[in-house]
């Protein structure tokens, strides 16, 4: 598909990639302290610190790695009119394509969350990225924690659809990208 934008972090900064190798051989090295002690344990046995360590840190690191390598992207085709958010590991992905409605605008809309878990630490505070259509309530497409990674998105996307960009995570809602569709009913929130 030639026609496909790939919004998101499309390639990871090499700091990130650096540190989930990183995380993945100290993986493997408590892999093998774990191996040479079951195996070979009269070699270590006054060496037992090291793999408790080793059992120990073995599920964070390779936590950290996955987590590190995870890539979250949205592909978005504007001549089928269709989109995909995609969860990346490496070769794995996920996502289906979705049909994407006729959109007037794009928006940021911070909204605060509440945890049905009891052991949560409470609120959870997202920025959403919603699809405003003509007709109906709006899609949101992607939810996100930093509001700098939640509009440089959502302008991604405004620009692929050719449609305009309202932040509103505050009370006074601005548009960052000019809506000609709309602006004769929130033309006092333009600020060019």
């Known amino acids: 598909m030639g026609s496909t934008v790939i ?3 499309s390639h990871f900064v090499l700091r990130d990639r650096l540190l989930s190798v990183l995380c993945l051989l100290a993986g493997a ?3 093998v302290i774990i191996y040479r002690y079951f195996y070979y344990n009269e070699l270590l046995l006054n060496k037992l610190i090291y793999v408790q360590a080793a059992v120990c840190m073995l599920p964070v690191v390779l936590y950290l790695s996955v987590l590190l390598a995870v890539e979250n992207l949205i592909y978005l085709n504007a001549v089928t009119n269709r989109y995909k958010a995609v969860v990346k590991l490496g070769p794995l992905h996920t996502g289906k394509w979705k049909q994407l409605p006729e959109t007037e ?3 940021v809309f911070y909204q605060r969350y509440e945890s049905e878990n009891i052991r949560s630490t409470g609120n959870k ?3 959403d990225v ?6 109906g309530a709006p899609l ?8 700098r990674e939640a509009l440089d998105v959502a302008r991604q996307i405004a620009v692929a659809l050719n449609t305009g960009l309202l932040d509103a ?16 009913a929130y033309s006092h929130l333009y600020t060019p």
Not at 140 to 147: E, R
Not at 169 to 184: E, G, N, R, S, Y
Request: net charge positive.
């Open 7 to 9: 919004i998101g972090k």
């Open 130 to 135: 919603n699809l405003w259509p003509a007709a």
């Open 169 to 184: 995570t505050k009370a006074d809602a601005v548009w960052l990208i000019h809506c000609p569709v709309v602006a004769t």
């Open 29 to 31: 090295v408590c892999l």
């Open 125 to 127: 505070l997202f920025y």
């Open 105 to 107: 605008y794009v928006s």
């Open 140 to 147: 949101t497409i992607a939810q996100y924690s930093s509001k």
